[in-house]
Nanobody, 120 residues
Framework: QVQLVESGGGLVQAGGSLRLSCSAS????????MGWYRQAPGKERELVAT???????NYANFGKGRFTLSRDNAKNTVSLQMNSLRPEDTAVYYC??????????????WGKGTLVTVSQ
C-alpha cells in the first residue's frame, strides 16, 4: 500500500511564498511520476507540476517562472516551492504519484490535500 503525506499549506499574502512537501511510502517502483495537482472551489482538479523519474519537471503555464518542483528519488519526496503567489492560486493542493511498473498497468495515488490560501 502506498501512502502520500503532504505538508506546508497555509495562509499567505499575495506576493508571498510557500513550500509544499510530500513524502511517499510503501511499495514504490523506481520509475514513477510524482508531483502536484490543485483544485480550487467550484473548479476541476488541474495539474500544477509533475516530474517523472530521471526527467525534467513539467509545469502548468500558470506556474512557469513562479513554481519550482524538486524531488529526492532516494527519499521518495517531492517539494513545490511557490513564489509570487496570487489570490487565484488559492486551492487545495494534492500530492500525486503514478507508479509505472515494468509490466502491467500504472497506478495513481493521491494525498489527502493541503489547503493554500492567498489573500489580497
Amino acid at each position: 500500500q502506498v501512502q502520500l503525506v503532504e505538508s506546508g499549506g497555509g495562509l499567505v499574502q499575495a506576493g508571498g511564498s510557500l513550500r509544499l512537501s510530500c513524502s511517499a511510502s510503501g511499495s514504490i517502483y523506481a520509475v514513477n511520476n510524482m508531483g502536484w495537482y490543485r483544485q480550487a472551489p467550484g473548479k476541476e482538479r488541474e495539474l500544477v507540476a509533475t516530474v517523472i523519474t530521471g526527467g525534467s519537471p513539467n509545469y502548468a503555464n500558470f506556474g512557469k517562472g513562479r513554481f519550482t518542483l524538486s524531488r529526492d528519488n532516494a527519499k521518495n519526496t517531492v517539494s513545490l516551492q511557490m513564489n509570487s503567489l496570487r489570490p487565484e492560486d488559492t486551492a487545495v493542493y494534492y500530492c500525486y504519484l503514478r507508479i509505472i511498473p515494468p509490466y502491467g498497468r500504472s497506478t495513481d495515488y493521491w494525498g489527502k490535500g493541503t489547503l493554500v490560501t492567498v489573500s489580497q
